[in-house]
């Protein structure tokens, strides 16, 4: 199995900052792609970032030129970094991983996800 722990969420201002980040662990092969996702109350889970292995990312509009994805491939982390933080961005953010666990088997894993909360 493979577990994803997530750090770094917590309370912050409306323009301030806070970095999530996200370690895999567990019978890993390699992994594909490494995102980030959140669900807000009452709405649907949404794709924040996602930046495959080879460092290629791609962002929801509503954090482009904010948000930063990276991961370190070695240690199997991913991180988000996010500046000007906005009240519409207060969420559970969940790492997610697609991780190859054999030759033949490739899985998607997430983690517990993190609370993040941004007061006006």
């Known amino acids: 199995q493979v577990q994803l722990v997530e750090s770094g969420g917590g309370l912050v201002q409306a323009g301030g900052s806070l970095r999530l980040s996200c370690a895999a662990s567990?019978?890993?092969?390699?992994?594909?792609?490494m995102g980030w996702y959140r669900q807000a109350p009452g709405k649907q889970r949404e794709l924040v970032a996602i930046i495959t292995n080879g460092g290629t990312t791609n962002y929801a509009d509503s954090v482009k030129g904010r948000i930063t994805i990276s991961r370190d491939n070695a240690k199997n982390t991913v991180n988000l970094q996010m500046n000007s933080l906005k009240p519409e961005d207060t969420a559970v953010y969940y790492c997610?991983?697609?991780?190859?666990?054999?030759?033949?088997?490739?899985?998607?894993?997430w983690g517990q996800g993190i609370q993040v909360t941004v007061s006006s």
């Open positions: 567990g019978s890993i092969l390699s992994i594909n792609a």
């Open positions: 997610n991983a697609n991780v190859r666990t054999s030759i033949f088997q490739t899985y998607n894993f």
